[in-house]
């Protein structure tokens, strides 16, 4: 198993960055296709990022503002947020899937973090 822990959330002003950080431990993320989602108050979790060795591939709604990125010598995935808007408040997830595809369906990950808040205000 793989154990996934989110860090570097935080409050935010509309235009600002922010960079979230995954650390895994248990297994070296290499294994796996590395993602990641958020989930805004009533609405469905949804998907934003996902990495594997073979590329990248971002929601089309941060696409050129957010950037996924992984360091396996630090078992640790990223995700570089730019212009931020406040729409992109919501709770974002790391997760693993044990795939060696890129991965854009929750239901094809096995593993998730605990989540880290991110607020943009206007």
């Known amino acids: 198993q793989v154990q996934l822990v989110e860090s570097g959330g935080g409050l935010v002003q509309a235009g600002g960055s922010l960079r979230l950080s995954c650390a895994a431990s248990?297994?070296?993320?290499?294994?796996?296709?590395m993602g990641w989602f958020r989930q805004a108050p009533g609405k469905e979790r949804e998907f934003v990022a996902a990495i594997r060795w073979s590329g990248s591939i971002t929601a089309d709604s941060v696409k050129g503002r957010f950037t996924i990125s992984r360091d396996d010598a630090k078992n640790t995935v990223y995700l570089q947020m730019n212009s931020l808007k406040p729409e992109d408040t919501a709770v974002y997830y790391c997760?693993?899937?044990?795939?060696?595809?890129?991965?854009?369906?929750?239901?094809?990950?096995?593993?998730w973090g605990q989540g880290t808040q991110v607020t943009v205000s206007s």
């Open positions: 997760a693993a899937a044990s795939s060696v595809l890129l991965r854009v369906n929750i239901r094809d990950y096995d593993y």
């Open positions: 248990g297994r070296t993320i290499s294994r796996y296709a």
